[in-house]
């Protein structure tokens, strides 16, 4: 009897079960369990309570990211009472555990979904867990990643298992060369303003096609990382050529016999050529242009030369007052350009967007050039490496040069957990994954876009199609 055909989300699941415990839950394997400082002191609370140890230390990765300042200074402080206190707890904690932990001032310190990939601990097959829901990234390199809540993360760290209910499955597929201007931002941007922002709830996402293939793997990485905006429980691109140069780069203790044995493994991640999908959508590169998000939610996003849409021409009464709202929470009104509306501030980092390869793509932007008067434009590094990469290659003097604040890394203004934040009425021109009501401060306004836009925006004081900047300096 022949085996059935799976979806690569299915191989890697049925690879990591423990137990089966019925037909929608198994008991899962966790390879690697990412931590930080806010998503886990309840859970070494209750370990601690039920008299539990950490099963498997050297299998959790911890750092602090969140609550850190990123303003240059040297030991770094955190000044913020609240914010120290969780810091010195996850570094107790770790201590007491036995389990790395990268802290203020550790030079690999950074944001977990940058770190663990250019660490080479992330590799395709594998299962990867972290209280934070862009876990999702993993899936750029071949492993199925996901974010797991605070008493999930008690599971694991006591069993270095999770019960876990099984997903559907969703392939979508975008063939063609990406338009002059776009990145993969805009197409997740592009993908989730189609399908919406719960458009692949309850499913595992598989990205196919030449425009997948083309991607590199951290513009991969960027794709994965905001599919969860659009629901996925996790997301997923097939290990190819690009997956394998990028895992050995970052891989350099692999002997050549290791490498070429876990190559062969590699190279059967892919999903069987008849396996059925549950639900699939087929897109077309060439419709793909630079996107932003005009309100308080990442499915609502615009090319940058199309206009905001009118609350008339929604068809339910719910969406016409969702977009009502969002426009007044935004500032903006119906009908009216996109590009062009001034920004105040601009931020590029993130986990979405504070990799090396985005660093690189707003210095060639802005080299010769300079932020707009009356624009407070930050640069922050996703991790320590990134920063000392883009020191040593000359991006970062040539973004200071152009007046961007070079900052230290950590997550920074994306959740406004720290000091850096908007204040109320503040429009920014971020590189973000959210724009929720208040997500980068209080009254604060987000305008989601690729680090190019976001440099282009920088430059011209206001949102500006990167495409026509030449024209306009």
Request: with cysteine; glycine share 10%.
């Given at each position: 009897m022949s085996s059935p055909s799976l979806t690569l989300y299915q191989k890697l699941v049925d690879s990591h079960v423990v137990k089966r415990i019925d037909a929608q839950n198994v008991l899962l394997y966790v390879d690697l369990h990412l931590m930080n400082e806010y998503t886990s002191p309840q859970a070494f609370s209750a370990l601690k309570d039920k008299a539990r140890q950490v099963r498997r230390p050297r299998q959790q990765l911890a750092v602090?990211?969140?609550?850190?300042?990123?303003?240059?200074?040297?030991?770094?402080?955190?000044?913020?009472?609240?914010?120290?206190?969780?810091?010195?707890?996850?570094?107790?904690?770790?201590?007491?555990?036995?389990?790395?932990?990268?802290?203020?001032?550790?030079?690999?310190?950074?944001?977990?979904?940058?770190?663990?990939?250019?660490?080479?601990?992330?590799?395709?097959?594998?299962?990867?867990?972290?209280?934070?829901?862009?876990?999702?990234?993993?899936g750029a390199l071949g492993a199925l990643g996901f974010g797991i809540g605070t008493s999930e993360v008690e599971h694991v760290l006591a069993t270095q298992t999770l019960v876990y209910r099984v997903a559907q499955t969703m392939r979508i597929t975008i063939d063609g060369a990406?338009?002059?201007?776009?990145?993969?931002?805009?197409?997740?941007?592009?993908?989730?303003?189609?399908?919406?922002?719960?458009?692949?709830?309850?499913?595992?996402?598989?990205?196919?096609?030449?425009?997948?293939?083309?991607?590199?793997a951290e513009a991969r990485m960027t794709l994965c990382n905001m599919t969860v905006e659009a629901g996925a429980r996790a997301a997923l691109i097939a290990p190819d050529a690009t997956t394998f140069d990028y895992v050995r780069a970052h891989t350099p203790s692999l002997d050549d016999a290791a490498w070429n044995a876990a190559l062969n493994d590699w190279r059967e991640l892919k999903s069987d050529p008849d396996a059925r999908f549950d639900s699939e959508h087929r897109f077309d590169a060439h419709d793909i242009a630079p996107f932003v998000t005009w309100g308080t939610s990442p499915d609502q996003a615009i090319a940058v030369?199309?206009?905001?849409?009118?609350?008339?021409?929604?068809?339910?009464?719910?969406?016409?007052?969702?977009?009502?709202?969002?426009?007044?929470?935004?500032?903006?009104?119906?009908?009216?350009?996109?590009?062009?509306?001034?920004?105040?501030?601009?931020?590029?980092?993130?986990?979405?967007?504070?990799?090396?390869?985005?660093?690189?793509?707003?210095?060639?932007?802005?080299?010769?050039?300079?932020?707009?008067?009356?624009?407070?434009?930050?640069?922050?590094?996703?991790?320590?490496?990134?920063?000392?990469?883009?020191?040593?290659?000359?991006?970062?003097?040539?973004?200071?040069?152009?007046?961007?604040?070079?900052?230290?890394?950590?997550?920074?203004?994306?959740?406004?957990?720290?000091?850096?934040?908007?204040?109320?009425?503040?429009?920014?021109?971020?590189?973000?994954?959210?724009?929720?009501?208040?997500?980068?401060?209080?009254?604060?306004?987000?305008?989601?876009?690729?680090?190019?836009?976001?440099a282009a925006a920088a430059l011209s004081g206001r949102i500006t199609d990167v495409r026509t900047l030449e024209t306009q300096s």
């Open positions: 602090v990211s969140h609550i850190i300042p990123t303003h240059a200074e040297s030991p770094r402080m955190i000044r913020d009472a609240a914010s120290l206190l969780q810091a010195n707890n996850l570094a107790r904690n770790c201590k007491a555990a036995g389990i790395q932990l990268h802290d203020a001032n550790d030079p690999l310190q950074g944001i977990e979904h940058i770190v663990a990939p250019e660490r080479g601990l992330i590799r395709p097959g594998m299962a990867v867990l972290c209280g934070d829901s862009h876990t999702t990234t993993y990406l338009p002059y201007g776009t990145s993969s931002k805009d197409v997740i941007l592009w993908i989730i303003s189609r399908i919406g922002a719960q458009g692949a709830r309850g499913y595992a996402v598989e990205f196919d096609g030449s425009t997948i293939a083309s991607l590199s030369d199309a206009r905001i849409p009118s609350a008339a021409a929604q068809t339910t009464p719910e969406a016409a007052a969702s977009l009502q709202r969002a426009l007044d929470y935004i500032g903006l009104d119906a009908g009216q350009p996109i590009a062009g509306t001034p920004i105040d501030r601009v931020f590029i980092g993130s986990c979405t967007n504070g990799r090396i390869e985005d660093l690189r793509i707003v210095a060639s932007i802005v080299a010769g050039r300079h932020v707009a008067q009356g624009v407070r434009a930050m640069i922050v590094p996703g991790s320590g490496s990134v920063r000392r990469q883009a020191e040593a290659e000359g991006v970062a003097a040539t973004l200071r040069a152009a007046g961007f604040e070079w900052r230290e890394p950590g997550c920074s203004m994306c959740l406004a957990m720290n000091d850096d934040f908007l204040t109320a009425g503040e429009r920014c021109a971020s590189t973000t994954n959210r724009n929720f009501e208040g997500r980068q401060g209080r009254g604060g306004r987000t305008h989601l876009m690729s680090p190019a836009m976001a």
